[in-house]
């Protein structure tokens, strides 16, 4: 400010000087007063151009003063950089171990065709639906073993006929055996006449039960209560025993996740750990357990398979991509954003602030990701303040300035800094 004030001061010096040889009449007439020999035009027009100059001088005189107060204000001005700091104090979360996979039938039953096989003649059931053990599902046409059966029938009953004649013949021969009127020769040979007899009755029998069998596999029925997962049958199709699955049915409705899971995190599975399961298009997760962990690694994938148990429900459809959280462990340790975890050829470090608001470099170990950042396993005791984005362009033992108090890593982040 006393800057400015010189410089319009020595401005308003120099204005008196000029004014010196300036007459007390400028424009008098050419007899006398300034610029003699001058018509009064003339003087006028030298007036403008030093009252002209007298107000480019002020100007600059102004100008002057305030680059001055801009170059103060600019050198009073805080270089360095302006950043934001998250808390680094540990917090308890449950740690879960990611598994992805497919929905389906815990039991999944194929249904095909038995014996001789024949034409499809009847669907009575379709995919989705829910059916009791033994209900029919399709009927094969029936028109060739009808006929066979009633043959059969009749011939049993032809059997068995001749078996009641002689069994009665023989009955009447052992009745007179004790008079002498008939020979042992010809009891002997009634008694084997009607074992005989009682015989084929068996074979008929026998017969007509493998025809009547042979009828019942032309129904196609439901081994299990479930629920109809495919039908491949067709009306008029042609199947046999080799054919292939008409039916697959989901025994008693119940489903799994069938998912792969890294080797590393197999050693922390146990059989009834809980399970959050996702799937793509549902909103709210379902819960489950974990059933069977794999008793193998693959050599190639380096995967292991985990199988989870869920409740029955329409939206977990077999063959459906899901994804599963398992809760493996309780723990505290911090959970920075992911741009506050940077990487180099040394290994995962973090950028932190002193007391003095000086940078340091820190190496830290992570323990993978969740919803609020990259968990660190070790490296940070929980007190220090770690800078929450562009560490990377910060140099160690340089000075910072804070924008504002620490924030926690799972708040929101303030413009700067924060989840990322």
Do not use: C
Request: hydrophobic letters at 45%; aromatic letters at 4%; glycine letters at 10%.
């Amino acid at each position: 400010m006393n800057t400015q004030f010189e410089d319009r001061s020595d401005a308003a010096d120099r204005v008196t000087e000029l004014k010196r040889y300036l007459p007390d009449n400028p424009v008098a007439g050419p007899s006398g007063g300034w610029l003699p020999g001058l018509s009064t035009t003339q003087r006028r027009i030298v007036i403008a151009a030093v009252v002209a100059l007298l107000l480019v001088l002020i100007a600059w005189a102004v100008m002057r003063s305030g680059a001055g107060a801009a170059g103060k204000g600019m050198a009073a001005t805080d270089d360095r950089p302006l950043i934001t700091v998250i808390s680094a104090s540990p917090k308890s979360f449950a740690a879960t171990v990611s598994v992805t996979g497919t929905i389906s039938a815990r039991f999944d039953m194929p249904i095909s065709a038995e014996g001789e096989g024949g034409r499809v003649a009847a669907l009575l059931v379709e995919a989705g639906d829910r059916v009791r053990k033994g209900q029919v599902l399709a009927r094969l046409d029936m028109s060739v073993l009808r006929p066979q059966v009633a043959s059969l029938a009749a011939a049993l009953e032809e059997s068995r006929a001749s078996s009641s004649l002689a069994t009665a013949d023989y009955e009447r021969a052992q009745a007179v055996a004790g008079t002498g009127a008939l020979s042992a020769e010809e009891v002997e040979r009634r008694r084997s006449s009607a074992l005989a007899a009682a015989a084929k009755v068996k074979v008929a029998e026998a017969q007509l039960a493998e025809a009547r069998a042979r009828m019942g596999r032309a129904e196609i029925r439901a081994p299990d209560d479930g629920i109809v997962l495919t039908r491949s049958a067709e009306i008029g199709q042609t199947v046999s025993a080799g054919s292939g699955p008409l039916f697959r049915l989901a025994r008693d409705g119940e489903v799994e996740l069938r998912g792969q899971i890294a080797e590393k995190d197999m050693p922390q599975l146990r059989p009834d750990q809980p399970v959050r399961v996702f799937i793509t298009g549902v909103d709210q997760p379902f819960d489950g357990r974990v059933r069977l962990v794999g008793a193998v690694i693959d050599p190639a994938t380096r995967l292991g398979e985990v199988r989870v148990a869920l409740p029955s429900h329409a939206d977990l459809r077999p063959g459906a991509f899901a994804r599963g959280e398992i809760t493996v462990d309780q723990s505290t340790t911090p959970v920075l954003p992911q741009t506050a975890v940077l990487a180099d050829e040394d290994g995962t470090y973090v950028m932190i602030v002193d007391a003095q608001n000086k940078v340091a470099k820190r190496q830290v170990r992570t323990g993978g990701t969740r919803s609020g950042g990259v968990v660190i396993n070790t490296g940070l005791k929980g007190d220090e303040r770690v800078v929450a984005t562009a560490a990377a362009f910060l140099r160690e033992g340089e000075e910072v300035r804070i924008a504002d108090e620490p924030v926690q890593a799972d708040e929101p982040a303030q413009p700067g800094g924060g989840e990322s």
